[in-house]
């Protein structure tokens, strides 16, 4: 399953907050993060996704919740079933760095994704065309 685990300071309320939708078309396909869920403790977070790959659509969530000793893991959330397809692994990659890249002294304790760069002071809507630029 892919997932990416982080240690160190997560703070999931304010990633929620500052929280912006995550769009990536890449040689044809779509890959969509954008309604963002809190759990009443604010120890969890669903964030609705979508990935489109040859025409073929794969709703799914993406589970971020916070671990016991701090941190945080990103993984497609258990409830749902979408084929652990490139574009699913993908997003969740993307998730995790955008969740990273919100929480200074936090690094990647664990994955099997490999994650993208998120630039310093990205945290704007993220829109970005692989075929023609950003």
């Given at each position: 399953m892919p997932h990416v685990v982080l240690e160190g300071s997560v703070d999931l309320r304010r990633y929620a907050e500052?929280?912006?939708p995550?769009?990536?078309r890449q040689s044809g396909d779509i890959l969509r993060a954008?309604?963002?869920y809190v759990e009443r403790e604010g120890?969890?977070?669903l964030i609705e996704a979508l990935v489109v790959e040859a025409g073929r659509k794969l709703p799914f969530?993406?589970?971020v919740s916070a671990n016991d000793r701090g941190g945080a893991t990103v993984r497609v959330d258990p409830m749902?079933?979408?084929e652990r397809s490139a574009g699913v692994k993908d997003l969740v990659?993307?998730?995790g760095a955008d969740l990273l890249a919100h929480s200074p002294g936090a690094q990647v304790k664990v994955t099997n994704l490999v994650l993208p760069s998120v630039p310093a002071g990205t945290r704007g809507s993220r829109s970005r065309d692989e075929e023609g630029g950003e």
């Amino acid at each position: 399953m892919p997932h990416v685990v982080l240690e160190g300071s997560v703070d999931l309320r304010r990633y929620a907050e500052e929280f912006q939708p995550i769009l990536i078309r890449q040689s044809g396909d779509i890959l969509r993060a954008d309604g963002l869920y809190v759990e009443r403790e604010g120890r969890a977070l669903l964030i609705e996704a979508l990935v489109v790959e040859a025409g073929r659509k794969l709703p799914f969530y993406i589970l971020v919740s916070a671990n016991d000793r701090g941190g945080a893991t990103v993984r497609v959330d258990p409830m749902t079933h979408p084929e652990r397809s490139a574009g699913v692994k993908d997003l969740v990659a993307h998730v995790g760095a955008d969740l990273l890249a919100h929480s200074p002294g936090a690094q990647v304790k664990v994955t099997n994704l490999v994650l993208p760069s998120v630039p310093a002071g990205t945290r704007g809507s993220r829109s970005r065309d692989e075929e023609g630029g950003e």
